[in-house]
């Protein structure tokens, strides 16, 4: 059983910067492949982000060069990084963790974009 908690969310100005953060407990942390999707009104959960228990991470074309993606196997955190916010960034973030085990699920941070 793996509990995630994310934090870090707001409202921010367009070209503006926000950290994710969701906090693992519960579970050996390292060996889950961890990701943030987002869900925005009316529209589909999609992925943001994932990063492998290797480090390797995968992002979607949207977000290329924008987000970053990153884990601390100290801390059972990952992080999400969005500079450059967009008005289309504004969603629901949810925190994924996935294993051979199981998948988890957090219950999401709030991300608005607007002037």
């Known amino acids: 059983q793996v509990q995630l908690v994310e934090s870090g969310g707001g409202l921010v100005q367009p070209g503006g910067s926000l950290r994710l953060s969701c906090a693992a407990s519960?579970?050996?942390?390292?060996?889950?492949?961890m990701a943030w999707y987002r869900q925005a009104p009316g529209k589909q959960r999609e992925l943001v982000a994932h990063?492998?228990?290797?480090?390797?991470?995968n992002y979607a074309d949207s977000v290329k060069g924008r987000f970053t993606i990153s884990r601390d196997n100290i801390k059972n955190t990952v992080y999400l990084q969005m500079n450059s916010l967009k008005p289309e960034d504004t969603a629901v973030y949810y925190c994924?963790?996935?294993?051979?085990?199981?998948?988890?699920w957090g219950r999401g941070t709030q991300v608005t974009v607007s002037s």
């Open positions: 994924y963790a996935g294993a051979s085990i199981g998948i988890y």
């Open positions: 990063i492998s228990s290797g480090g390797n991470t």
């Open positions: 519960g579970s050996i942390f390292s060996r889950y492949t």
